[in-house]
């Protein structure tokens, strides 16, 4: 794995030093967001980990290896590639061994993340469980890779597009402690609220470094999901988002999408929905993960 493991000078300097790191997913550069606005965005998460006293750990598949922290130049090249795979846990070796770049998913990251050493990753929401699953079985990687892989996922909850109570009920099968930060209830990805109780609850980056050294007890233990509300100025309250998800869903049912595809087209459409907030909403809260995903990497070293 050393040979297709390739950490920047920035991110093996740290993780040598023993100072905090967070992990960041790519596919929000390539699958998330237009040009230039994706890699403006990528750097601007990246700041924000940086000002909180960590090292920001971007990860992409290029040139047949496993980039772990990429560089100006190779996010400006990612961003500007053409046909670039989505790339979860079953693409990940198909990827690498035919050279394609690949954009990490959840599951895809966090393998990578833990290859590396790297025991935190910020996301924006996790895959779950998709509404309808009981006829389609279509249920995200993302939850398997969160009951095996020791990596802590901050995001803002499940996105909203899924069945959040199906969810759940599959993470607490998994073993997966799901965590909200500050709150009782469990975020839904562009709102606050959920309607679902949390749970359990944590207050500070101090309490949940405590909760994750625990875990290093227990090495056949999986990984820790934390629900981190988007910042109340930024959110698009549930009742109104729901009717967005709703319309979206309906055209994406006319139009025959399936599987992966289901996820990018959904978000598309909520994007026009939306008339652009939820982009808006999404990189807000993305950077409110990355800055309390720093924090908690400082409390673990």
Same mark, same amino acid.
Not at 155 to 164: P, V
């Given at each position: 794995?050393?040979?297709?493991?390739?950490?920047?000078?920035?991110?093996?300097?740290?993780?040598?030093?023993?100072?905090?790191?967070?992990?960041?997913?790519?596919?929000?550069?390539?699958?998330?967001?237009?040009?230039?606005?994706?890699?403006?965005?990528?750097?601007?998460?990246?700041?924000?980990?940086?000002?909180?006293?960590?090292?920001?750990?971007?990860?992409?598949?290029?040139?047949?290896?496993?980039?772990?922290?990429?560089?100006?130049? +190779?996010? +400006?090249?990612?961003?500007?590639?053409?046909?670039?795979?989505?790339?979860?846990?079953?693409?990940?070796?198909?990827?690498?061994?035919?050279?394609?770049?690949?954009?990490?998913?959840?599951?895809?990251?966090?393998?990578?993340?833990?290859?590396?050493?790297?025991?935190?990753?910020?996301?924006?929401?996790?895959?779950?469980?998709?509404?309808?699953?009981?006829?389609?079985?279509?249920?995200?990687? @993302?939850?398997?890779?969160?009951?095996?892989?020791?990596?802590?996922?901050?995001?803002?909850?499940?996105?909203?597009?899924? +069945?959040?109570?199906?969810?759940?009920?599959?993470?607490?099968?998994?073993?997966?402690?799901?965590?909200?930060?500050?709150?009782?209830?469990?975020?839904?990805?562009?709102?606050?609220?959920?309607?679902?109780?949390?749970?359990?609850?944590?207050?500070?980056?101090?309490?949940?470094?405590?909760?994750?050294?625990?875990?290093?007890?227990?090495?056949?233990?999986?990984?820790?999901?934390?629900?981190?509300?988007?910042?109340?100025?930024?959110?698009?309250?549930?009742?109104?988002?729901?009717?967005?998800? @709703?319309?979206?869903?309906?055209?994406? @049912?006319?139009?025959?999408?399936?599987?992966?595809?289901?996820?990018?087209?959904?978000?598309?459409?909520?994007?026009?929905?939306?008339?652009?907030?939820?982009?808006?909403?999404?990189?807000?809260?993305?950077?409110?993960?990355?800055?309390?995903?720093?924090?908690?990497?400082?409390?673990?070293?």
């Amino acid at each position: 794995m050393k040979d297709l493991i390739v950490c920047n000078d920035e991110v093996r300097q740290a993780l040598a030093e023993g100072k905090p790191v967070v992990a960041l997913e790519s596919t929000i550069i390539t699958h998330g967001m237009p040009f230039p606005r994706n890699v403006e965005t990528a750097r601007q998460v990246e700041s924000d980990i940086r000002a909180e006293g960590a090292v920001p750990a971007t990860i992409a598949l290029m040139d047949g290896k496993i980039m772990v922290g990429l560089s100006d130049a +190779d996010l +400006d090249r990612l961003a500007q590639a053409e046909d670039v795979m989505k790339c979860s846990r079953a693409d990940l070796t198909f990827a690498l061994a035919t050279g394609r770049y690949g954009a990490t998913t959840v599951a895809a990251t966090m393998m990578a993340a833990h290859l590396a050493g790297i025991q935190i990753f910020a996301t924006g929401g996790i895959g779950g469980v998709h509404k309808g699953a009981e006829e389609t079985f279509d249920v995200s990687a @993302d939850l398997d890779e969160l009951g095996r892989t020791p990596v802590c996922v901050v995001s803002a909850g499940a996105k909203a597009l899924l +069945d959040i109570p199906k969810t759940l009920e599959v993470l607490e099968t998994k073993g997966v402690p799901v965590i909200a930060f500050g709150t009782q209830e469990l975020p839904a990805f562009w709102s606050r609220e959920s309607g679902l109780a949390a749970p359990y609850s944590m207050n500070s980056a101090e309490e949940i470094g405590s909760l994750l050294k625990m875990r290093r007890n227990f090495p056949d233990h999986g990984g820790v999901l934390i629900a981190n509300p988007v910042p109340e100025a930024d959110q698009i309250p549930r009742n109104e988002m729901t009717g967005y998800i @709703d319309e979206a869903i309906r055209k994406a @049912d006319a139009e025959g999408i399936k599987g992966k595809d289901v996820t990018p087209f959904v978000l598309g459409a909520i994007l026009d929905l939306t008339k652009g907030r939820s982009l808006d909403t999404n990189i807000a809260l993305v950077r409110n993960n990355a800055r309390l995903a720093a924090r908690i990497a400082a409390e673990l070293v």
